[in-house]
């Protein structure tokens, strides 16, 4: 990190954390121009093959109560 990124860093650190959200989900979107068009429709259709894989085994999943409360006792 060059020392004019840093100091853009540094300031945006400064800001309240609504505008801190709003700067990083700007910069994000800024990026996706970057990103490769084929790596959203091979998501796709992973999560459908997951999906479906998930609705023919008979899963149940875990509610996000237990998987949050698993991840923040670490």
């Given at each position: 990190?060059?020392?004019?990124?840093?100091?853009?860093?540094?300031?945006a650190l400064t800001l309240?954390?609504?505008?801190?959200?709003?700067?990083?989900?700007?910069?994000l979107d800024s990026c996706e121009a970057d990103v490769d068009p084929d790596v959203d429709s091979a998501w796709l259709?992973?999560?459908?093959q997951r999906a479906e894989r998930a609705r023919s085994d008979g899963s149940v999943g875990i509610p996000?109560?237990?998987?949050?409360?698993e991840l923040l006792a670490g």
């Open positions: 990190m060059d020392a004019t990124t840093r100091e853009l860093l540094d300031r309240p954390s609504t505008e801190r959200a709003a700067l990083a989900a700007a910069l259709a992973e999560i459908a996000w109560s237990v998987v949050r409360a």
